[in-house]
């Protein structure tokens, strides 16, 4: 299984409780870092790919943030060339249309809306980091400098 | 030289010469006398010729004068009109400036009533945003960590605490089921209508057997008359068909044989009308309103689950429609379900979204 960290973006404390919980039912072992705003997200990420840390194998990002909210986050991952290909999934409360849309439409990787029930909870949290843990083959952890830009997506 | 001489003779003259040139003279006088009399006789027959001319002259001046005055008349008479249609136009003019006046009063008040729209639908927007993230939030806390104490603590909870545990749970799940209801009750009002050609039949059919599908072992008998096409959005309109058509065979599920009806009504301003009737449990119809309001049901969820807001998301897309819906019911005589839509595509159309 991929050893990279799982990036959890997240206000909730409930919510961050109940992923952790649902990452050790899921036996999921990566470390699980959490940023608590939209701010503190960006830092997170920024900060690794400026000091050409590893990016986390996978980002679960809620929508509705504190300080910057989840699109924009996606929006300035997407902008930079560091991290624009690094998967980020969606994790949210809400199945809105325009929210689904508005996602796909700043290039998330995947929409996943958090179950009510515990049971289902655990269920969507462990296929997703088994999925992008061990199924998904990541971007690597430097992007190479591109070689030509007629295929800027195809790295 | 001698003295004497004859007065007025030139001395020096001969008298003969005198009398001759005198005699000359008068015969030139009396040529000249004749030709002043022909003068004379010419100009008295021109002056005639002038006193027929100035006579037919004042006739022909008599007439201009006549129609002179008739034209003073005609004159007097245009002015008049003149003046009249100069009134009318005034008075145009006032009821153009009241127009023009009106219609600036009522682009203002559509300007101000549209201002107060957006700014409902955006707090409308604002409010289910934040219904869409934040109300599940906490249920999602308590379902998860009842769930969660049931499985670490289930054993010290005994059965009395596990049951209550697992009744927060439900409880929450049943919320989170009527939050996502609500949102798309709001979102039926906001969603855009596409109109376009559908067969209500075929849709119906569709729909019911899905409903034998999903209960193969039920009896059942379901009537869908052809033909029965309107001008709707298709998606909105299946949420209206299968909202009455899951009613129908909810609330007949306790007789031997379901009996389900489909029929197109003929209405008098040419609208397309249909109904849906069942033979299930029927109601009493004083409560008829009631069942179009969200969340009012008149039967028991034990008995018949439901949330209540199948019929309030029907009403919503008929009306939008510019239809109506109704109901008509008897205690234990099955239910009618009559809906109309309007053919002239009235209601919010967005035709032009498309």
Known sequence: MNDRSILLVEDNPDDEELTKMALHKGKITNEMVVAHDGAEALDTIFGAAGEAAELPAITLLDLKLPKVDGLEVLRRIRADERTRLMPVVVLTGSKEQEDVIDSYQLGANAYVRKPVTFAEFVHAVRTLGLFWLLLNEPPPARQPAQPAAAHPTSA | ?354
Request: glycine share 8%; hydrophobic share 35%.
């Open chain 2, 1 to 354: 030289m001698s003295a004497t001489a004859t007065p007025g003779v030139r001395p020096g003259v001969d008298p003969a010469d005198y009398a001759q040139a005198i005699t000359n003279m008068l015969e030139d006088l009396s040529l000249e006398r004749e030709r002043m009399q022909e003068s004379q006789r010419a100009t008295v027959n021109i002056l005639e010729d002038f006193a027929e001319d100035k006579a037919w002259l004042e006739k022909s001046q008599n007439a201009i004068l006549n129609i002179l005055d008739d034209a003073y008349e005609e004159k007097v008479q245009l002015q008049d009109n003149q003046k009249a249609l100069l009134n009318i136009l005034e008075d145009l003019e006032d009821e153009r400036e009241k127009i023009r006046r009106l219609n600036a009063e009522l682009e203002d008040r559509v300007r101000r009533r549209t201002g107060d729209l957006e700014r409902s639908n955006r707090k409308l927007e604002a409010f289910t945003y934040s219904v869409a993230h934040d109300l599940r939030a906490p249920l999602r806390a308590m379902c998860g960590f009842s769930e969660a104490l049931l499985e670490e603590y289930g054993e010290g909870l005994g059965e009395t605490g596990r049951g209550y545990a697992e009744r927060v749970c439900n409880a929450s799940r049943r919320m989170a089921t009527l939050i996502d209801d609500l949102l798309n009750l709001a979102r039926l009002s906001r969603a855009k209508l596409h109109r376009e050609p559908v067969d209500l039949s075929e849709l119906a059919r569709a729909i019911v057997a899905d409903l034998q599908a999903g209960e193969p072992e039920r009896r059942a008998v379901v009537e869908v008359e052809d033909g029965i096409n309107a001008r709707v959005d298709r998606g909105l309109f299946r949420t209206v068909l299968e909202n009455l058509l899951n009613n129908a065979w909810k609330f007949s599920a306790g007789r031997d044989e379901t009996r389900i009806e489909v029929r197109g009504v003929a209405t008098a301003d040419g609208s397309v009308g249909f109904f849906v009737r069942d033979n299930g449990v029927g109601f009493d119809s004083a409560y008829a309103d009631k069942l179009f309001q969200p969340f009012e049901r008149l039967h028991s969820g034990d008995e018949y689950p439901g949330n209540g807001v199948g019929l309030a998301s029907a009403r919503q897309v008929v009306e939008r429609h510019g239809g109506t819906i109704s109901a008509d019911a008897a205690v234990g005589r099955g239910a009618t379900f009559y809906v109309t839509i309007s053919s002239q595509g009235q209601g919010t159309d967005d035709r032009d979204e498309l």
